[in-house]
């Protein structure tokens, strides 16, 4: 029981103290978890950052969720989950009460139409981290392109079709370009 | 019903989302917009908030999403959709994925997913750019005022990457607009 609470504190302080996502809370749950508790190794927080990256779902619940598994099993994964989250949940449902209220006071609406102005411009800046940080061979640079534009017409247009399909439909062509290349790598072999 | 609704949309969100929280934002904007559940203006303030609070994105955004459509319980049910779906990837699949990820085909199909999540991130930012600037389909509505300063807080944020290392935060980014939204809307 010491072993769960310890998590759910732990966790908790990470998930308050951590501003702008799951990144930053990586290297929180690094120094805190392997450096200071040493509740697993550098080598074990390297894999499960790569396995968060590719898996869906937010970063820093991959991770809790890792540590506590390793630590206590299943009640132990579900004490640093909620650990994790509840800092958050607590804050957000507190403004949200208060939000729109905050919002029908003049200057902080017209505050508020800048802060749309910076919202864009993050989103911007996150995907061009993407970029810089991607493999940029051929497929890679095309599937990018036809989903900038197939996203800037559905937007623009206001055609209902999901992202979901473009995301599926990329993750078919890298497998099938990949099977395609192998066979063909056989059968030159031969 | 509100919540049934709150529930599948978001396990859909939570199930779909690779690359972060900002990989999620185009998925909880589609899924916000196609549900009604949000104008795109109140969204972009949420985007906002989430950013500005301590939390991951992803879990902020269901949270204010759900408790703005259906109070605390909608609130909790959004939470605990947006995670489920890792939550459980973690504890039943960890051991697979370890080996899986290895694999050439994983990592074909991991790239060119990067690829189109990049591309979708991307485009959903500069819409988003783009709309405070003009009524992009009328194309009659142009902002001067917020094209301007779209182009200095830009160039600000952008600009400040050459002179300091990984230049301002994106908590000063929106402290700074605030600011200038406040003085420049006002007037």
Redesign the interface.
């Known amino acids: 029981m010491r072993a769960l609470i310890d998590l759910f504190l732990t966790f908790s302080k990470i998930?308050?103290?951590?501003?702008?996502?799951?990144?930053a809370?990586l290297s929180l749950i690094e120094r805190t978890c392997v450096e200071k508790k040493r509740w697993i190794t550098h080598d074990e927080m390297m894999?499960?950052t790569?396995?968060a990256?590719?898996?869906?779902?937010?970063?820093?619940?991959?991770c809790a969720?890792?540590v506590g598994?390793k630590k206590k099993g299943?009640a132990g994964?579900l004490a640093a989950?909620l650990g994790?989250?509840l800092?958050?949940?607590l804050?957000?449902?507190l403004?949200?009460?208060y939000?729109d209220r905050f919002?029908e006071i003049?200057?902080?609406a017209?505050?508020?139409?800048?802060?749309?102005?910076?919202?864009?411009?993050?989103?911007?800046?996150?995907?061009?981290k993407?970029?810089r940080k991607?493999?940029k061979d051929p497929?890679?640079?095309f599937?990018?392109?036809?989903?900038?534009?197939?996203?800037?017409l559905i937007?623009?247009?206001?055609l209902?079709v999901?992202?979901?399909v473009?995301?599926l439909?990329?993750?078919g062509?890298?497998?099938g370009?990949?099977?395609f290349k192998?066979r063909k790598e056989k059968e030159e072999r031969k | 019903m509100i919540l049934l609704e709150l529930l599948i949309g978001f396990l859909k969100i939570g199930f779909f989302s690779f690359g972060g929280g900002y990989g999620a934002i185009p998925l909880i904007r589609e899924t916000a917009l196609s549900y009604g559940w949000m104008t795109e203006e109140k969204l972009a303030y949420m985007i906002a908030v989430s950013e500005s609070t301590p939390g991951p994105i992803m879990v902020n955004m269901a949270t204010y999403i759900g408790s703005d459509k259906a109070g605390v319980t909608g609130a909790a049910i959004a939470t605990a959709a947006v995670v489920l779906p890792a939550f459980l990837i973690v504890i039943i699949l960890t051991a697979a994925l370890k080996e899986l990820i290895k694999k050439d085909a994983a990592r074909c199909t991991l790239e060119a997913l990067t690829a189109c999540v990049t591309g979708v991130i991307l485009a959903t930012g500069v819409y988003m750019a783009l709309i405070n600037c003009a009524d992009i389909l009328s194309a009659i509505s142009f902002d001067g005022t917020a094209t301007v300063l779209t182009l200095l807080l830009g160039v600000f944020y952008f600009g400040s990457k050459k002179i300091v290392k990984n230049g301002v935060s994106p908590i000063v980014l929106i402290c700074v607009s605030g600011i200038a939204g406040a003085i420049v809307f006002g007037v």
Not at chain 1, 53 to 62: Q, R
Not at chain 1, 111 to 124: C, D, E, P, Q
């Open positions: 998930g308050t103290f951590t501003f702008g996502g799951g990144y809370m894999q499960i790569v396995i990256e590719s898996t869906p779902g937010p970063i820093a619940i991959n969720t890792y598994l299943t994964a989950t994790v989250i800092p958050s949940f804050i957000i449902l403004i949200s009460f939000l919002l003049e200057w902080a017209n505050a508020f139409r800048g802060i749309k102005i910076a919202v864009g411009i993050l989103i911007i800046d996150a995907a061009v993407m970029i991607m493999k497929l890679s640079v599937i990018l392109s036809i989903s900038f534009l197939s996203v800037m937007n623009v247009f206001a209902r999901s992202t979901i473009l995301m439909a990329s993750a062509i890298g497998l370009v990949y099977l192998r």
